[in-house]
Nanobody, 119 residues
Framework: QVQLVESGGGLVQAGGSLRLSCAAS????????MRWYRQAPGKQRELVAV???????NYADSVKGRFTISRDDAKNAVYVQMNSLKPEDTAVYYC?????????????WGQGTQVTVSS
């Protein structure tokens, strides 16, 4: 069984920083792309950042220059460093990954971690 577990959320003042972590556990053969999504109250879930297995990254326009996604394949982990946080960054942040498990490439979600940015 595969699990993605996020950590690092919390309450921070505008202009502050947080680092979210997500680790995949289970009998994983290989992790492909890893992503961070977020969902604010009353809004649709949106893609924040993605990192390919080769390390290519892409970001939502709203976070470019402020967020940095990275990964550690030895730990099956993905991170997002969030700087210069704004109140509009407040959301539940979800980790998402494509990974090989039991000979199948599947997509998995974490349970989410709350990030609240106060003004």
């Amino acid at each position: 069984q595969v699990q993605l577990v996020e950590s690092g959320g919390g309450l921070v003042q505008a202009g502050g920083s947080l680092r979210l972590s997500c680790a995949a556990s289970g009998n994983i053969v290989r992790v492909n792309a890893m992503r961070w999504y977020r969902q604010a109250p009353g809004k649709q879930r949106e893609l924040v950042a993605v990192i390919s297995r080769s390390g290519t990254t892409n970001y939502a326009d709203s976070v470019k220059g402020r967020f940095t996604i990275s990964r550690d394949d030895a730990k099956n982990a993905v991170y997002v460093q969030m700087n210069s946080l704004k109140p509009e960054d407040t959301a539940v942040y979800y980790c998402n990954a494509d990974l090989w498990y039991e000979s199948l490439l599947r997509n998995y979600w974490g349970q989410g971690t709350q990030v609240t940015v106060s003004s």
